[in-house]
């Protein structure tokens, strides 16, 4: 099965690679689902569909959005100035923009995205004969059971489902919801938006402002002003916050069911996330593929990492036909350490040069994931800011050198652990 992971950004998708993702799917600053995401503005998207193409890697581009005729207009200028050979493949809903790509760029093959929510094998058969859909994204409502038969009934079409990442409420991800919360006509005389909202944000056009992640209280009608508690667990309720996905136990069943490509959801998460998700998966897969078993302490490696990620639980969707697609999430879980930064390349015997992603105090305990999933304690470093002098302290988003007796790689991930410098790692 190909793995596909999350490219949020140019730097994301390097991420990506180098930890083992076959493919990434990525979106321009407009048209896609994740309008917050730092994306890839014109030049830097062409530059980047080239160095995927160089690479041999297949970067398939979100074009899912959910088109009036306003925002189709400029659709067909867009495709032709994606240049060729372009993305290897447009990932699509919208019935009308499918029609535009077919009519302006019938070089690019069309996935088919998950927002269509594609649940049978006749809609499939739809998508492929009207568009010429190569691949559909199932939707995520679907059991296993359920995708084994569409599998079978229509083998001519590849199939990629969600393996991991956070899952939406809605339907398919459909979701009035935040635009209807962030909207000035659900706000009382006076009252003001919430944190720095300051426009209506639709889920629809890419724009989610993660309504269903608030937590709620119930207001009833006769006793204006007063709202009470709902409370589930440690005090609050999260009635809407759906749990994550996480197959990583189950990639065989996937396999079998007849699934061609995995992806993991997150163009909007971190670094660290693109790094970690793609080497714990790929990891995985080639223990699938090599017909080896799994020890024990090598899944729980893969826990560990995947559980450090995330705030909220995980479940298995709706693949089994059980109720844990509906139960809620705390969201409450803390990690066991913070990202620190990233290293880029050796330039000494021992020195490397980094960037930091949070602030680094040279009496804090760090330690690196090295791209291949194998873990460091970096007892006795050293920082430098960027012009080579000691340095008592690194502050985010800057660039800095670290020495150290270790071996690293390049695009290795830094990481704070909660202890104290020279207690040892736990």
């Known amino acids: 099965m190909e793995l596909v992971a999350p490219a949020g950004s140019p730097a994301r998708m390097e991420m990506a690679f180098a930890w083992g993702a076959d493919a990434v799917y990525a979106g321009a600053d407009r048209y896609s689902l ?4 730092e994306n890839f503005p014109d030049g830097v998207l062409q530059a980047s569909i080239a160095q995927a193409h160089a690479m041999g890697r297949p970067l398939y581009l979100a074009v899912n959005a959910f088109f009036d005729d306003e925002l189709l ?20 809903s919208d019935p009308g923009a499918m029609a535009v790509a077919c009519r302006v760029r019938p070089d690019l093959p069309i996935h088919v995205s998950t927002q269509a929510n594609t649940m049978n ?7 492929r004969d009207r ?35 956070a899952m939406c409420v809605a339907y398919s991800g459909r979701c009035i919801v935040s635009s209807y919360l962030t909207s000035r006509a659900f706000l009382a005389p006076g009252e003001r938006m919430p944190g720095n909202i300051d426009r209506v944000r639709s889920a629809s056009l890419g724009d989610c402002s993660q309504t269903c992640r ?8 006769k006793r204006e002003g007063v709202v009470l508690n709902l409370v589930e667990d440690q005090g609050k309720t999260m009635l809407l916050s759906s749990r994550d996905l996480c197959m990583i136990d189950h990639l065989d069943r996937l396999e079998e069911a007849g699934v061609s490509a995995i992806k993991i959801e997150g163009r909007m998460k971190s670094l ?27 899944r ?16 298995t969707g709706f693949y089994f036909g059980d109720n844990e697609a509906f139960l809620p999430s705390q969201c409450d879980r803390k990690p066991p350490f913070l990202m620190a930064g990233t290293v880029h390349e050796k330039t000494g015997a021992r020195m490397w040069r980094c960037r930091s992603s949070n602030m680094i105090r040279g009496d804090m305990c760090l330690s690196a994931l090295l791209p291949g999933l194998q873990r460091v304690a970096l007892d006795g470093y050293t920082l430098f800011d960027a012009g080579g002098q000691p340095a008592a302290l690194v502050r985010a988003g800057e660039d800095f050198f670290l020495e150290t007796e270790q071996a690293l790689l390049p695009l290795s991930i830094l990481r704070v652990v909660p202890a104290a410098k020279g207690q040892g790692m736990k």
């Open 73 to 92: 207009e400029g659709l067909a200028d867009f495709l032709l100035g994606l240049g060729v050979p372009g993305p290897a493949a447009l990932i699509m």
């Open 34 to 37: 994740r309008a917050r995401a």
């Open 121 to 127: 094998a006749e809609a499939v058969r739809v998508w």
């Open 272 to 298: 660290q996330y693109a790094a970690v998700t793609s080497g714990v998966y790929r990891d995985a897969l080639n223990h699938l593929s090599g017909g080896r078993p799994v020890a024990a302490d090598r």
């Open 131 to 165: 568009f010429g859909a190569r691949r559909v994204v199932l939707a995520r409502e679907l059991s296993l059971q359920q995708i084994a038969r569409i599998c079978r009934q229509v083998p001519d079409v590849e199939f990629e489902v969600f393996a991991h990442g």
């Open 214 to 221: 608030w937590s709620y209280g119930l207001v009833e009608e």
């Open 300 to 315: 729980a490696f893969w826990h560990d990492e995947l559980e450090a990620l995330t705030r909220r639980e995980y479940s």
